[in-house]
């Protein structure tokens, strides 16, 4: 008990190490600092999992922060693929190459949301890592080009990659244009009511 009162830290440590392996002193003192739950009047199977969760809770924010911090370096700021859609103004997925568009989608669709498990974390961050498109789409000839692939039948005049953005820049709310870029596209609906095109969102 005295042991407990005057090092309780260290206590902490010894008493729940099996959850607390691979941390810092300093990192177990922020994962003990936020349990909120009165520990002493819990049972010990109870407590375990307290600490088990908060452990793996900051274990997933670690690795959460650093997807989010590679993708804000290696896109110029940007906070996640539907903010670099809203800042050049051209959907991501229609400058990914075919070849990894499934991956693409399903990493962009994790640095979109907050509401993902640690593995599809951790998947995100394995492709980003892996990722050789960055240096590409920072290109503006490039993001013209590809956003002037879309198919022309679908806009209501041969239109330049600017005034396509125009058309398309309002409804950069949500997921992206084309929901496949394999050899077989599928391309959505074009609205073209009073001449303005209304695409789905996108990322």
């Given amino acids: 008990m005295h042991d407990l009162l005057s090092s309780p830290l260290n206590s902490f440590i010894d008493l729940y190490a099996p959850y607390l392996t691979g941390f810092s002193h300093e990192e177990c003192e922020i994962i003990k600092n936020s349990i909120t739950e009165d520990m002493f009047v819990l049972s010990a199977t109870k407590g375990n999992a307290v600490v088990k969760k908060a452990a793996d809770d900051y274990r997933k924010g670690q690795v959460k922060d650093q997807l989010f911090r590679l993708w804000s370096e290696r896109t110029g ?5 539907k903010h670099w859609s809203e800042h050049y103004k051209t959907p991501i997925l229609c400058c990914i190459d075919p070849e990894i568009y499934g991956e693409a989608k399903k990493a962009f669709a994790v640095l979109n949301s907050s509401q993902h498990s640690e593995s599809e974390i951790k998947m995100a961050l394995e492709f980003c890592e892996g990722a050789d498109f960055f240096d590409v789409i920072a290109d503006s000839d490039y993001r013209n080009k590809s956003l002037a692939a879309i198919p022309s039948f679908y806009l209501t005049l041969q239109q330049s990659a600017q005034r396509l953005r125009i058309q398309i820049s309002p409804h950069m709310t949500g997921r992206m244009i084309p929901e496949s870029r394999q050899k077989s596209r599928t391309w959505p609906v074009l609205n073209t009511t ?9 990322p």
Wanted: glycine fraction near 14%; proline fraction near 14%; hydrophobic fraction near 30%.
């Fill in 194 to 202: 009073r001449g303005a095109a209304t695409l789905p969102s996108i």
């Fill in 77 to 81: 700021g940007t906070k996640s693929p």
